[in-house]
């Protein structure tokens, strides 16, 4: 019995040590956090951050997905790295015409109901404005990074950051209220263990309303 209970802690310790020793300390969250707000202070969820440092580790480029329902894109803003590809299925009764007229991806998704087009390749960093011909107040965003991090601020305005190298690194904070063209960015430097909180003035117009049909109306009114 003592023989096995050698056997077994030896076994379990040498477990834990071949766990260890697979864990890079470069994938270990720290303590590093952003935290964003309008200018009024209140957290501001779904900004997009980027911070840029040395880092070799490769990128997640499987298909995402942004889906049509209620005459609404789903998620509203996506992150990807460059090079990943991005499906839109229509999960609508009605047919939609998905297109972006962005500098960092122009695309036209005609016409269609069941049958998804064939994936969008994006392989150019920047903001994608995403459209609808048919829907007009329909709207998305999709962020295509080539930071080594970057993340979307969760219902507090935080991000979390990795285990960052020694020095300051370069900031990047994106919201869709930040500008009308979409295109701005708030920039600034953090460095390891610090805590930055971001503020943004956000002067983009107010999202216009949903129009619906009479038909629309009276189904609402309805239920």
Same mark, same amino acid.
């Given at each position: 019995?003592?023989?096995?209970?050698?056997?077994?802690w030896?076994?379990?310790?040498?477990?834990? !040590?071949?766990?260890?020793?697979?864990? !890079?300390?470069d994938?270990?969250?720290?303590?590093?956090?952003?935290?964003?707000?309008?200018?009024?202070g209140?957290?501001?969820?779904?900004?997009?951050?980027?911070?840029?440092?040395?880092?070799?580790?490769?990128?997640?480029?499987?298909?995402?997905?942004?889906y049509?329902?209620?005459?609404?894109?789903?998620?509203?803003v996506?992150?990807?790295?460059?090079?990943?590809?991005?499906?839109?299925?229509?999960?609508?009764?009605?047919?939609?015409?998905?297109? !972006?007229? !962005?500098?960092?991806?122009?695309?036209?998704?005609?016409?269609?109901?069941?049958?998804?087009?064939?994936?969008?390749?994006?392989?150019?960093?920047?903001?994608?404005?995403?459209?609808?011909?048919?829907?007009?107040?329909?709207?998305?965003?999709?962020?295509?990074?080539?930071?080594?991090?970057?993340?979307?601020?969760?219902?507090?305005?935080?991000?979390?950051?990795?285990?960052?190298?020694?020095?300051?690194?370069?900031?990047?904070?994106?919201?869709?209220?930040l500008?009308?063209?979409?295109?701005r960015?708030w920039?600034?430097?953090i460095?390891?263990?610090?805590?930055?909180?971001?503020?943004?003035?956000?002067?983009?117009?107010?999202?216009?309303p949903?129009?619906?049909?009479?038909?629309?109306?009276?189904?609402?009114?309805?239920?």
């Open positions: 019995m003592v023989y096995l209970k050698r056997a077994y030896a076994l379990l310790c040498g477990g834990a !040590s071949l766990v260890l020793l697979s864990v !890079s300390p994938t270990l969250a720290s303590d590093t956090r952003i935290s964003v707000s309008d200018s009024n209140e957290p501001l969820s779904n900004a997009v951050v980027e911070v840029y440092f040395p880092y070799s580790a490769s990128r997640d480029t499987s298909v995402k997905q942004i049509q329902r209620d005459a609404a894109f789903h998620p509203e996506l992150t990807i790295p460059v090079n990943s590809q991005v499906t839109f299925p229509n999960e609508d009764t009605t047919r939609h015409h998905v297109f !972006s007229f !962005s500098d960092a991806k122009t695309f036209d998704l005609n016409l269609y109901l069941n049958e998804t087009p064939p994936p969008v390749h994006f392989d150019t960093p920047g903001v994608v404005v995403l459209g609808c011909n048919i829907h007009d107040h329909m709207q998305a965003f999709i962020v295509v990074s080539d930071a080594p991090f970057y993340a979307m601020t969760d219902n507090n305005g935080q991000v979390v950051l990795p285990s960052l190298p020694p020095g300051e690194h370069r900031v990047r904070v994106w919201h869709q209220r500008h009308d063209s979409q295109q960015w920039e600034g430097e460095a390891p263990t610090e805590q930055l909180s971001v503020p943004l003035e956000l002067r983009a117009t107010p999202k216009p949903e129009k619906l049909s009479p038909l629309q109306q009276r189904f609402r009114e309805a239920t």
